[in-house]
T-cell receptor
Framework: GDSVTQMEGPVTLSEEAFLTINCTYT??????LFWYVQYPGEGLQLLLK?????DKGSNKGFEATYRKETTSFHLEKGSVQVSDSAVYFC????????????FGRGTSLIVHP | ETGVTQTPRHLVMGMTNKKSLKCEQH?????MYWYKQSAKKPLELMFV???????ENNSVPSRFSPECPNSSHLFLHLHTLQPEDSALYLC??????????????FGPGTRLTVT
Protein backbone atom coordinates (compact mmCIF):
# COMPACT_ATOMS: atom_id res chain seq x y z
CA GLY A 1 0.00 0.00 0.00
CA ASP A 2 0.89 3.67 -0.11
CA SER A 3 3.11 4.95 2.67
CA VAL A 4 5.13 7.94 3.79
CA THR A 5 8.27 7.68 5.89
CA GLN A 6 9.70 10.66 7.74
CA MET A 7 12.84 10.98 9.78
CA GLU A 8 12.30 10.52 13.50
CA GLY A 9 12.50 13.56 15.69
CA PRO A 10 12.89 15.67 17.53
CA VAL A 11 15.19 17.72 15.36
CA THR A 12 16.89 20.33 17.53
CA LEU A 13 18.61 23.31 15.90
CA SER A 14 19.94 26.71 16.80
CA GLU A 15 18.39 29.80 15.25
CA GLU A 16 19.67 30.52 11.71
CA ALA A 17 20.77 26.91 11.16
CA PHE A 18 19.96 25.01 7.96
CA LEU A 19 17.05 22.59 8.17
CA THR A 20 16.42 19.36 6.32
CA ILE A 21 13.59 16.98 7.20
CA ASN A 22 13.64 13.84 5.09
CA CYS A 23 10.52 12.32 3.56
CA THR A 24 10.30 9.32 1.25
CA TYR A 25 7.19 7.70 -0.12
CA THR A 26 5.84 4.53 -1.66
CA UNK A 27 2.89 4.87 -4.01
CA UNK A 28 1.28 2.75 -6.70
CA UNK A 29 0.40 5.70 -8.95
CA UNK A 30 1.45 9.31 -9.39
CA UNK A 31 1.00 11.07 -6.08
CA UNK A 32 0.67 14.68 -5.13
CA LEU A 33 2.97 15.48 -2.22
CA PHE A 34 2.44 17.83 0.68
CA TRP A 35 4.08 19.24 3.76
CA TYR A 36 1.80 20.28 6.61
CA VAL A 37 2.88 22.09 9.78
CA GLN A 38 1.26 21.92 13.20
CA TYR A 39 2.16 24.69 15.65
CA PRO A 40 1.61 24.06 19.36
CA GLY A 41 -2.08 24.04 20.28
CA GLU A 42 -3.25 24.23 16.68
CA GLY A 43 -4.43 22.00 13.85
CA LEU A 44 -2.40 21.13 10.76
CA GLN A 45 -1.85 23.80 8.10
CA LEU A 46 -0.74 23.21 4.55
CA LEU A 47 2.81 24.52 4.19
CA LEU A 48 3.57 23.62 0.57
CA LYS A 49 2.77 21.10 -2.11
CA UNK A 50 3.95 19.67 -5.44
CA UNK A 51 1.74 17.78 -7.84
CA UNK A 52 4.21 16.34 -10.38
CA UNK A 53 7.80 15.21 -10.68
CA UNK A 54 10.49 17.95 -10.49
CA ASP A 55 7.99 20.50 -9.17
CA LYS A 56 9.28 22.60 -6.29
CA GLY A 57 6.86 23.75 -3.63
CA SER A 58 7.82 26.75 -1.55
CA ASN A 59 6.33 28.91 1.19
CA LYS A 60 7.62 31.02 4.11
CA GLY A 61 11.24 30.22 3.20
CA PHE A 62 10.61 26.45 3.14
CA GLU A 63 11.16 24.43 -0.02
CA ALA A 64 10.69 20.85 -1.15
CA THR A 65 11.30 19.27 -4.56
CA TYR A 66 9.33 16.30 -5.86
CA ARG A 67 12.01 13.72 -6.81
CA LYS A 68 10.45 10.80 -8.61
CA GLU A 69 13.75 8.97 -9.14
CA THR A 70 14.42 8.83 -5.39
CA THR A 71 10.72 8.91 -4.33
CA SER A 72 11.52 11.77 -1.98
CA PHE A 73 10.14 15.14 -0.96
CA HIS A 74 12.62 16.52 1.58
CA LEU A 75 11.76 19.76 3.37
CA GLU A 76 14.48 22.42 3.59
CA LYS A 77 14.92 25.89 4.98
CA GLY A 78 18.08 27.92 4.83
CA SER A 79 17.79 29.73 8.16
CA VAL A 80 15.30 28.59 10.79
CA GLN A 81 13.72 30.81 13.41
CA VAL A 82 12.41 30.05 16.88
CA SER A 83 8.90 30.56 15.48
CA ASP A 84 9.43 27.57 13.14
CA SER A 85 9.29 25.22 16.13
CA ALA A 86 6.42 22.88 15.30
CA VAL A 87 5.62 19.39 14.07
CA TYR A 88 5.99 18.83 10.32
CA PHE A 89 3.99 16.17 8.46
CA CYS A 90 4.73 14.84 5.00
CA UNK A 91 1.69 13.48 3.13
CA UNK A 92 0.59 12.17 -0.24
CA UNK A 93 -2.59 11.68 -2.21
CA UNK A 94 -3.01 9.84 -5.48
CA UNK A 95 -4.22 12.14 -8.22
CA UNK A 96 -7.42 10.78 -9.69
CA UNK A 97 -7.38 7.86 -7.30
CA UNK A 98 -7.68 7.46 -3.55
CA UNK A 99 -8.99 10.55 -1.90
CA UNK A 100 -7.66 9.59 1.50
CA UNK A 101 -4.38 11.35 2.30
CA UNK A 102 -1.58 9.21 3.67
CA PHE A 103 0.36 11.05 6.37
CA GLY A 104 3.79 10.41 7.80
CA ARG A 105 4.21 10.17 11.55
CA GLY A 106 5.39 13.77 11.87
CA THR A 107 8.77 15.25 12.80
CA SER A 108 9.07 17.62 15.72
CA LEU A 109 11.38 20.61 15.18
CA ILE A 110 12.72 22.56 18.14
CA VAL A 111 14.65 25.76 17.42
CA HIS A 112 16.65 27.37 20.22
CA PRO A 113 17.57 31.07 20.32
CA GLU B 1 -7.41 31.08 10.59
CA THR B 2 -8.06 28.24 8.17
CA GLY B 3 -11.82 28.63 7.75
CA VAL B 4 -12.56 25.55 9.84
CA THR B 5 -13.75 26.04 13.42
CA GLN B 6 -14.18 23.48 16.16
CA THR B 7 -15.97 23.65 19.50
CA PRO B 8 -15.29 23.11 22.25
CA ARG B 9 -11.51 23.52 22.23
CA HIS B 10 -11.17 21.50 25.45
CA LEU B 11 -13.47 18.86 26.93
CA VAL B 12 -13.20 16.74 30.03
CA MET B 13 -15.77 14.00 30.37
CA GLY B 14 -16.41 10.95 32.49
CA MET B 15 -16.79 7.50 31.00
CA THR B 16 -20.57 7.55 31.43
CA ASN B 17 -21.15 10.99 29.92
CA LYS B 18 -22.52 11.86 26.50
CA LYS B 19 -21.04 14.83 24.68
CA SER B 20 -20.70 16.12 21.12
CA LEU B 21 -17.90 17.78 19.20
CA LYS B 22 -18.83 20.32 16.55
CA CYS B 23 -17.02 21.35 13.40
CA GLU B 24 -17.99 24.06 10.92
CA GLN B 25 -16.29 24.99 7.68
CA HIS B 26 -16.74 28.32 5.91
CA UNK B 27 -14.92 27.38 2.71
CA UNK B 28 -17.72 25.98 0.57
CA UNK B 29 -16.10 22.54 0.57
CA UNK B 30 -17.95 19.32 -0.16
CA UNK B 31 -15.95 16.89 1.99
CA MET B 32 -15.32 16.77 5.73
CA TYR B 33 -13.19 14.48 7.89
CA TRP B 34 -12.62 13.48 11.51
CA TYR B 35 -9.12 12.54 12.65
CA LYS B 36 -7.78 11.35 16.00
CA GLN B 37 -4.31 12.50 17.04
CA SER B 38 -2.75 10.73 20.01
CA ALA B 39 0.69 11.28 21.45
CA LYS B 40 3.37 9.05 19.90
CA LYS B 41 0.95 7.68 17.28
CA PRO B 42 0.31 8.49 13.61
CA LEU B 43 -2.66 10.60 12.65
CA GLU B 44 -5.72 8.31 12.47
CA LEU B 45 -8.49 8.95 9.96
CA MET B 46 -11.86 8.14 11.55
CA PHE B 47 -14.63 9.24 9.19
CA VAL B 48 -15.05 10.88 5.79
CA UNK B 49 -18.19 12.58 4.51
CA UNK B 50 -18.86 13.75 0.98
CA UNK B 51 -21.94 15.88 0.37
CA UNK B 52 -23.36 14.71 3.71
CA UNK B 53 -22.91 11.02 2.88
CA UNK B 54 -20.45 8.91 4.85
CA UNK B 55 -17.91 7.44 2.45
CA GLU B 56 -15.38 6.08 4.91
CA ASN B 57 -15.56 4.55 8.35
CA ASN B 58 -12.16 3.37 9.44
CA SER B 59 -13.10 0.62 11.91
CA VAL B 60 -14.01 3.14 14.56
CA PRO B 61 -15.76 1.86 17.72
CA SER B 62 -19.48 2.51 17.90
CA ARG B 63 -19.03 4.76 20.94
CA PHE B 64 -18.06 7.38 18.34
CA SER B 65 -21.02 8.41 16.18
CA PRO B 66 -20.61 10.99 13.41
CA GLU B 67 -23.33 13.19 11.96
CA CYS B 68 -23.19 15.47 8.93
CA PRO B 69 -26.47 17.41 8.58
CA ASN B 70 -25.13 19.56 5.71
CA SER B 71 -21.87 20.13 3.90
CA SER B 72 -20.80 22.89 6.30
CA HIS B 73 -21.30 21.10 9.61
CA LEU B 74 -19.91 17.90 11.09
CA PHE B 75 -20.51 16.47 14.55
CA LEU B 76 -18.91 13.68 16.52
CA HIS B 77 -21.19 12.28 19.21
CA LEU B 78 -19.41 10.60 22.09
CA HIS B 79 -20.78 8.16 24.68
CA THR B 80 -19.32 5.69 27.16
CA LEU B 81 -15.77 6.54 26.19
CA GLN B 82 -12.65 4.92 27.57
CA PRO B 83 -9.55 6.67 28.97
CA GLU B 84 -7.59 5.59 25.87
CA ASP B 85 -9.93 7.77 23.80
CA SER B 86 -8.27 10.84 25.31
CA ALA B 87 -6.67 12.64 22.35
CA LEU B 88 -6.83 15.67 20.09
CA TYR B 89 -9.74 15.34 17.66
CA LEU B 90 -9.20 17.20 14.43
CA CYS B 91 -11.77 18.14 11.84
CA UNK B 92 -10.73 18.86 8.26
CA UNK B 93 -12.39 19.77 5.00
CA UNK B 94 -11.47 19.64 1.34
CA UNK B 95 -12.98 20.70 -1.95
CA UNK B 96 -14.03 17.18 -2.85
CA UNK B 97 -13.09 13.57 -2.17
CA UNK B 98 -12.05 12.67 -5.71
CA UNK B 99 -10.44 14.35 -8.68
CA UNK B 100 -8.61 16.95 -6.63
CA UNK B 101 -4.99 17.56 -5.71
CA UNK B 102 -5.56 16.59 -2.13
CA UNK B 103 -5.06 19.55 0.16
CA UNK B 104 -7.03 19.63 3.35
CA UNK B 105 -7.90 22.44 5.71
CA PHE B 106 -7.84 21.62 9.41
CA GLY B 107 -9.55 23.09 12.43
CA PRO B 108 -7.65 23.76 15.67
CA GLY B 109 -8.91 20.55 17.27
CA THR B 110 -10.74 19.58 20.44
CA ARG B 111 -8.52 18.33 23.25
CA LEU B 112 -10.55 15.53 24.86
CA THR B 113 -9.73 14.05 28.26
CA VAL B 114 -11.72 11.04 29.47
CA THR B 115 -11.58 10.50 33.22
Amino acid sequence: GDSVTQMEGPVTLSEEAFLTINCTYTATGYPSLFWYVQYPGEGLQLLLKATKADDKGSNKGFEATYRKETTSFHLEKGSVQVSDSAVYFCALTLSGGSYIPTFGRGTSLIVHP
Amino acid sequence: ETGVTQTPRHLVMGMTNKKSLKCEQHLGHNAMYWYKQSAKKPLELMFVYSLEERVENNSVPSRFSPECPNSSHLFLHLHTLQPEDSALYLCASSQDVAGWSGEQYFGPGTRLTVT
